[in-house]
C-alpha cells in the first residue's frame, strides 16, 4: 500500500555532511507517521529520528545537535540532515511509515512499512 524509496546516500569525509531523502508513495502522506533508522555490521537496528503528522520531533542521543529530521507534505517526502558527520554514524540508513499512527514511535515495531535503505559511509 505504502511505498519508500531512500536517496542521497554516500562517501562523506568525518566533519562533513549528506542529506538523505525519503520519497513516498501509495499513501496519504499528510497524516503518516515517518522514522529514520540505521544498521551498522554486526549491530541491532537503532533509532535515529522520528517525526509526526504535525512535526513533532524525536532524536536519538548519539545524533542530537547533528541531525534534523523534516518533512515536506507537497512533495511527499521526509529529510534527513546529517552534519557533523563521525566515524560511527557509517551504517545502511533505513525511511519507516506508519500511516495509521500519530505520535512519535521509537521502537522500530512501531513502524509498518520500510523502505530498502541507503548506505552511509564516513571515512576519516
Known amino acids: 500500500q505504502v511505498q519508500l524509496v531512500e536517496s542521497g546516500g554516500g562517501l562523506v569525509q568525518a566533519g562533513g555532511s549528506l542529506r538523505l531523502s525519503c520519497a513516498a508513495s501509495?499513501?496519504?502522506?499528510?497524516?503518516?507517521?515517518m522514522g529514520w533508522f540505521r544498521q551498522a555490521p554486526g549491530k541491532e537496528r537503532e533509532f535515529v529520528a522520528a517525526?509526526?503528522?504535525?512535526?513533532?520531533?524525536s532524536y536519538a542521543d548519539s545524533v542530537k545537535g547533528r541531525f534534523t529530521i523534516s518533512r515536506d507534505n507537497a512533495k511527499n517526502t521526509v529529510y534527513l540532515q546529517m552534519n557533523s558527520l563521525k566515524l560511527e554514524d557509517t551504517a545502511v540508513y533505513y525511511c519507516?511509515?506508519?500511516?495509521?499512527?500519530?505520535?512519535?514511535?521509537?521502537?522500530?515495531?512501531?513502524?509498518?512499512?520500510w523502505g530498502q535503505g541507503t548506505q552511509v559511509t564516513v571515512s576519516s
Open positions: 519507516s511509515a506508519n500511516p495509521t499512527r500519530f505520535s512519535l514511535g521509537r521502537n522500530p515495531m512501531y513502524y509498518n512499512y
Open positions: 517525526i509526526t503528522s504535525i512535526e513533532n520531533t
Open positions: 501509495g499513501g496519504t502522506f499528510s497524516r503518516t507517521a
